[in-house]
């Protein structure tokens, strides 16, 4: 029984190592699996039904029990919500623990012993089937701390968008030529303009969701300066690959010429077909609603431009059908997605362009 306390750490908690060291006098291999699963008597049945205990003859050492804090609770919230197991025919302690809308689960075993380690693997894929959460589009939204740049993940929902229903024709083989740029290592430019409310920022967001494996970085306007920096290119060299997003760009690409304040086009040239482009593969994706003769004209130099395109109202026979789609008469006039997906709200300001972020 002494042995067993040197199981314990000094706040009481049980060392699932040590407790596997201290009966099979072996170093554990660990799989732990964490996933989102609400605290409920049946959330943790439904585990136990996919784990399929009796294989392995894993029966319970220890249980501790989830208390409802209601004066009268009912039937179903007082059950035990963690378990420690071990199996008697094999080299083996699971721990199963149901807390703060989490299931956790902890698969201790010997690394030689490859059937165990087959059936774990089988057994947390089950339960990733059963009770995981569809991944969910991300992107990165990259911010400065202690003089240092990070990121910080974002979570949306996903969107899809109809291609052929929500744009004019014209943007189908643009639409081709973005995604099949994103999928190869090559450095460059994408400039997306037009009037708001034509859908440009709904494409981008539906690019998360179709390039997943790619790592997206929107620069919010109050770092765009920050490309400037020296320390900015250290943050580059650490994220290789990935897709920067500049909405309302208009100052950092407006004609050098033109512009008032020290301008970032140099930055950008270097990034997309400078002598980092080709070990950096950094790509670019700017929005903006400026006229396109006040670009600058290097950032439109064949070979560093992936993609250009100027989103209009959808013209009146897409607009119609989307209208119909819909369940509104056609109005036989061009109109923006925004005008039509929001037909029947109010109008306050036609000359709002809209809150600061995603639009458009």
């Not at 208009?250 to 077909?273: C, G, P, Y």
Request: glycine residues 4%; hydrophobic residues 40%.
């Amino acid at each position: 029984m002494n042995d067993l306390k040197k199981c314990y750490d000094p706040y009481g908690d049980l060392e699932l190592e040590l407790f596997f060291i201290h009966h099979y006098n072996l170093i554990p291999s660990r799989l732990s699996l964490e996933i989102p699963l609400e605290v409920n008597k049946e959330g943790r049945d439904g585990v136990f039904k996919e784990l399929n205990l009796e294989k392995y003859q894993l029966e319970t050492i220890r249980k501790i029990w989830h208390i409802s804090k209601e004066k009268n609770p009912k039937n179903n919230e007082d059950f035990p919500a963690h378990f420690l197991m071990q199996s008697k025919s094999n080299n083996l302690i699971m721990a199963i623990s149901l807390a703060n809308d989490f299931l956790a689960i902890h698969f201790l075993y010997d690394k030689e012993d490859k059937t165990i380690e087959d059936w774990i693997l089988s057994t947390t894929q089950n339960i990733r089937n059963v009770f995981g959460k569809t991944a969910t589009p991300t992107f990165k939204v990259l911010a400065k701390g202690m003089g240092d740049f990070h990121t910080k993940e974002i979570k949306i929902n996903p969107i899809e968008v109809d291609i052929d229903k929500l744009y004019n024709d014209d943007f189908k083989e643009i639409n081709d030529i973005i995604e099949n740029s994103l999928e190869i290592d090559q450095s460059g430019l994408i400039l997306l303009h037009g009037i708001p409310g034509t859908g440009k920022t709904s494409y981008i967001k539906s690019l998360f969701g179709k390039h997943d494996n790619k790592s997206f970085i929107y620069i919010p306007n109050d770092f765009v300066n920050e490309l400037l920096q020296p320390e900015f290119i250290s943050f580059l060299l650490a994220n290789k690959n990935s897709i920067l997003l500049i909405e309302d760009a208009e100052k950092i690409i407006i004609n050098r010429d033109l512009a008032n304040t020290n301008s970032v086009v140099s930055t950008i040239l270097q990034l997309t077909d400078g002598l980092f482009s080709d070990y950096l593969n950094i790509k670019i994706i700017c929005t903006f609603n400026t006229n396109i003769n006040k670009i600058d004209k290097a950032l439109l130099r064949k070979g560093r431009m992936l993609a250009f395109y100027e989103f209009n109202a959808l013209k009146k026979e897409k607009s119609n059908k989307l209208l119909e789609s819909l369940g509104h008469a056609p109005e036989n006039k061009e109109m923006t997605l925004a005008q039509i997906f929001n037909f029947e709200k109010k109008s306050f300001n036609q000359n709002s362009k809209g809150s600061i972020g995603f639009k458009g």
